[in-house]
Structures are given as structure tokens and as C-alpha cells.
């Protein structure tokens, strides 16, 4: 089990490398949503916003309700985020879930 010091480093890389993406390439995927990533087995919730395409504003504090939710345990939310793990594989193997628009599902698809 990964810990929580691991899953916030984990979004924080993926936040990171979200930013290094050239403005042309990000534009087309780019759209704003507040989102939050449950981790069950720790206990936690993480919550942040996607503006521009970009992570911003990473809190385990109290958020409101998230438009994109996704639940995944630790070790699957370390492996997707490090691209260990294949999202779409993962979504269908039931390993992660995720709660948004049919639009939203796509952009994220998109962006992933």
C-alpha cells in the first residue's frame, strides 16, 4: 500500500508534467472542472482544479462536491499517475472509477 506521502507526490508529478505540456498541444484538451480523487484504503480525498488543462490548488481539506470524482486505491493511483498503469485498462478492470459528464469523460480521455 502506498502511503499518502507517495499519492501526493504522485498527483503533485502528474500536476508537474501537466504544466511542461506546450500551450499548442494542451489547448485542444484543455477545459476547467473541479476534481477529486478518493483513496479508499488511506482514508482520503484529494481535491484540486483542472484550469487550462493544468492540476492547480492540490488539498486533502474539506471541498465541495467535485465535478470529475475518481476512486482508486494508492498503489493504483502511484502506478497511473507514474503511466505504469493504463487508465482505460484500468477504468474497465474496475481497478479505478470515475464520476462525470459523458463530455467530461471524454476530455479526460483526451488528456490522459
Do not use: Y
Request: proline residues 4%.
Amino acid at each position: 500500500m502506498a502511503t499518502l506521502a507517495q499519492c501526493r507526490t504522485a498527483l503533485e508529478d502528474l500536476a508537474a508534467r501537466l504544466h511542461t505540456v506546450d500551450d499548442d498541444d494542451r489547448k485542444p484538451h484543455a477545459f476547467d472542472r473541479s476534481l477529486s480523487c478518493q483513496v479508499p484504503d488511506l482514508d482520503v480525498t484529494f481535491s484540486g482544479q483542472l484550469e487550462d488543462g493544468r492540476i492547480v490548488d492540490i488539498t486533502t481539506g474539506p471541498a465541495p462536491r467535485a465535478q470529475i470524482r475518481i476512486t482508486a486505491s494508492s498503489d493504483d493511483l502511484v502506478a497511473l499517475t507514474s503511466g505504469d498503469l493504463n487508465f482505460g485498462q484500468a477504468w474497465l478492470a474496475g481497478r479505478v472509477k470515475v464520476e462525470a459528464g459523458v463530455r467530461d469523460l471524454l476530455k479526460l480521455r483526451s488528456m490522459l
